[in-house]
């Protein structure tokens, strides 16, 4: 991980990036800082659309609803500044949501009669892979999952 221009959340893969960095190893990526809003779950969704371009359909809803879930743990579950970074890599498309918490996710058991704590399952079943960076000094961290896509 490293800070972000704030100081405050950033990724490993990245460093100090603007919108739509082209990154010299080809990979391209995209970062944006979202409000503390349920609402600012559209941006998220928006801004991988944008991020997505040329890829297909079901890879784009999967990423959304995963962005979607990470975005509402960050809201319910975290702290400060939510950053969201899209990553284009060749084959893949990695998300990160970072949050100012270092508590870090947990996946949950859940029984039947249970309404919450399957956000993590449905990450579990429909990323590639996923994880959880730690940001320095302990300031919070960065919960990603990666898509392959058919490029
Ligand atoms: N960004 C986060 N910061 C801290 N804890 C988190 C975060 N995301 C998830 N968690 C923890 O992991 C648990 C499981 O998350 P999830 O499966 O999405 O269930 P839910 O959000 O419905 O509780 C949460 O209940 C919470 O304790
Ligand atoms: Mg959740």
Redesign the pocket.
Known sequence: MVDDPEGRVGASHGGQLGRGTRLNTGQQQRRVVLQRNPSEGIRARREIARACDGLGKDTVSTAQLLAS??F???L????GDIVLWVTRLPGELRVD?A?G?P??????TVSLQDV????????EALAYRWGVDTVEKGRG?S?WFVLRTAE
């Open positions: 879930e990470l509402s743990n960050a319910d579950h975290g702290e949501v949050d918490s508590t870090p996710p947990r996946v949950r919450r704590g399957r956000g993590l399952l449905i990450l961290k919960v």
